[in-house]
């Protein structure tokens, strides 16, 4: 089960390891970090370099296509070497996912046209103009697509996929392997659920 | 805030990758993922690397120090140099912290001596065996000294920490950031919870 994984200056490395980490212990998995070029990538932040160890020119097909988000997504909607890459892809998947907002990705490489899907609560908007109908849902899926909302929401996702591929047994174990039992401190995680004085501080920010 | 993050060949990559992604929004935050040598690191699954951005030799401080974990982990208790260096910065931080069996190197550092702390469910006696008391929760809190659980627990145990450091807002505003309203699609993420079959799936695979 071939797992690929683009990465891209400006991603946000949480979007791409946390799946990574669940799905890498699928049965038979292998997975491939995949860049415009072998090499370093640093994260949206500045301070975090992970690194493809292939080139996008070098990989053809995919089990598994697993998109993260972050700035260099929203920017990468418009690198047509990148979202063509995407689309192609795409047509030897058995799944095709995203997390956050790589989901514009998708949505950019014409695959979200008609769908239910759903990003990062900022991008409702940007995916919207792709024709994908935002769903407020952490995992969304859709035939063989499959969206996660932001960031950390992609381990929900890659959980949930785990179950379709290889069964609930398996999932479960995968879920006790990496001990993912949540018990957030806060219950700010989402749009709704955050006080107004939260959206105001991260608006402020952004 | 100076956050060092050390990383060594065999660690699990989400231990130091969902914190992250959290403290690296406090305010000034400043990230160092430091190593024995600057440079690449490769995972405990061999299939992703992190690149260090500085020696140990460079870093002689930390506000916080945050210990993945991880195979290499349990393989680093036995390396001097790494446990010398944990002991010699935790002497300079405000918050010491480990995710997963990150616990076990600052337990060989002699950290956790009498201490209440955690770790992956299936390190328990390691961790027992520096003097710690073992403690079932998933974020520990024992004055500057912080531990938890497996793997995921690190981002439960970084919000947890930024609302001490920041206060309940900004931490709020951090996990409204990540999304982190999870919503597990399974309830195996605990040794207590999980099904036997899925505790013998495990085990079988380890």
């Known amino acids: 089960m071939r797992i690929v994984i ?7 490395a949480l979007d791409a390891v946390g799946p990574y980490e669940v799905l890498r212990m ?18 949206g932040a500045g301070q ?3 690194t493809a160890g292939a080139a996008f020119a070098d990989v053809d097909s995919a089990d598994i296509l697993l998109v993260p988000g972050g700035p260099g997504a929203r920017r990468g909607v ?8 995407i689309r192609r892809i795409d047509a030897t998947t058995a799944w095709t996912t995203s997390v956050c ?54 381990i929900d996702m890659a959980l949930t996929l785990a179950g379709m591929i290889a069964g609930r047994t398996v999932a479960e174990a995968i879920q006790l392997a990496i001990e993912y039992d949540p018990q957030p401190p806060f219950d700010s995680g989402s749009y709704a659920k955050a006080p107004q004085e939260v959206r105001d501080y991260v608006a402020a920010r952004r």
């Open 6 to 12: 683009p990465i891209f200056d400006g991603l946000t």
């Open 48 to 50: 975090l370099t992970l």
């Open 101 to 154: 907002t790589g989901s514009l990705l998708l949505g950019a490489a014409g695959l979200l046209e008609g769908l239910d899907a759903t990003t990062h609560w900022s991008a409702v908007e940007l995916l919207e103009a792709y024709g994908a109908r935002y769903t407020a849902e952490r995992v969304v899926v859709q035939g063989t697509t499959v969206t996660a909302a932001g960031v950390s929401s992609g």
């Open 78 to 85: 418009d690198d047509p070497a990148l979202v063509d890459w």
């Open 26 to 43: 699928l049965p038979d998995a292998d997975v491939v970090f995949a860049a415009a070029a072998p090499g370093p990538v640093v994260d």
